[in-house]
């Protein structure tokens, strides 16, 4: 794995932990020799991981539509910042950029950018390891809604299969490294996305 795309809120959030296991990912992913991708920013998560990447000797790659250049006070120090013109060629580029995904605490974005790369990878446009750093149990109810899908019958076990869920930054990246892609067939040309 060269590069990892990390989705998480632009917001610190309330639990210190967050902050923490995001500086933690950040010095893990630099200490690896695996680049960030991410969405640019300057503040919240998206600036602690950053920072915690650059201040270890790491890459840091951000990808930031226009429109929100400004806004989220877009990070200036980063190995390489691409300014896109939409949300969707921004995702469209982060998912070109990276070998793998993980979302780490964050809102409505976080939640959009790591359940649409799912879908991608039920629809077999990608086979990366996907992954969610459930930091003081953050994700678990979203954890029991895809385990819901499944016994309710909208989601086939196998799509099960492609989210990765640890609690420590280590355990994470540990199992997105010897993650084995499911066989899943494409649905949809890899250009189509």
Not at 16 to 25: D, Q, T, V, W
Not at 112 to 139: F, N, S
Request: net charge negative; charged share 20%; aromatic share 6%.
């Amino acid at each position: 794995m060269r590069s990892l795309c990390v989705f998480c809120g632009s917001s610190p959030g309330r639990d210190p932990a967050y902050l923490e296991a995001a500086r933690e990912m950040g010095a893990l992913l630099a200490g690896r020799g695996i680049g960030l991708v991410y969405g640019g920013g300057g503040t919240g998560l998206m600036g602690a991981l950053a920072d915690a990447v650059l201040s270890a000797g790491g890459r840091a790659t951000g990808v930031i539509p226009r429109g929100l250049q400004v806004r989220e006070v877009a990070h200036d120090g980063l190995t390489e910042l691409h300014v896109v013109e939409s949300m969707h060629e921004r995702k469209a580029l982060m998912a070109r950029l990276a070998d793998g995904y993980v979302a780490l605490p964050g809102g409505m974005g976080t939640l959009e950018e790591i359940a649409e790369i799912l879908t991608w990878g039920q629809l077999g446009i990608h086979r990366k390891p996907c992954g969610l750093l459930d930091v003081g149990g953050y994700w678990t109810h979203l954890v029991a809604t895809f385990d819901r899908f499944v016994d309710e019958g909208f989601l086939r076990p196998l799509y099960r299969e492609l989210l990765v869920t640890e609690r420590r930054p280590s355990a994470l990246l540990d199992a997105l490294l010897g993650w084995n892609a499911p066989d899943i067939p494409r649905w949809i040309a890899a250009d189509e996305s």
